[in-house]
């Protein structure tokens, strides 16, 4: 059973190791990636021009958006290469038997 704050999103069978997937988290979306077996949860906007994160390359902990190159990290959220200067929200993951949840917003 979700702990409270927590919802459902998809399976661990469903994203692969280095696989990242768009799936649905309350009213919107986010992107969930699987680096090494280890599941984290961004929002999936761009911070530079609102490209779609999910569209772009993954390379172990690094996102590369599919518009302008902007690369973010998947576990913290930050921006590590321009021309984004701002990082996006990452989200709390938790592993319960099969089911991946995700959480409140990493503070």
């Given amino acids: 059973m979700a702990e ?15 696989e990242m997937k768009l799936v649905p988290l309350g009213q919107g979306e ?3 990636a ?12 761009c911070t530079h021009m609102g490209g779609a994160l999910a569209d772009g390359d993954l ?7 599919p518009l302008h ?7 913290t ?3 590590h290469n321009p021309p ?6 990452a989200y ?3 592993i319960s038997g099969n089911d991946i949840l995700v959480g409140p917003a990493k503070s």
Avoid: H
């Fill in 4 to 18: 409270p704050g927590f919802e459902k999103v998809a399976e661990t069978s469903e994203i692969a190791p280095g």
């Fill in 92 to 94: 709390e993951v938790q």
């Fill in 77 to 79: 959220g930050e921006v």
């Fill in 34 to 45: 699987n680096v090494g077996g280890n599941f984290y949860a961004i929002n999936d906007t």
């Fill in 84 to 89: 984004a200067r701002e990082g996006v929200q």
């Fill in 59 to 65: 390379d172990g902990e690094q996102v590369q958006c």
């Fill in 30 to 32: 986010v992107l969930l």
């Fill in 69 to 75: 190159g902007a690369i973010f990290n998947v576990v």
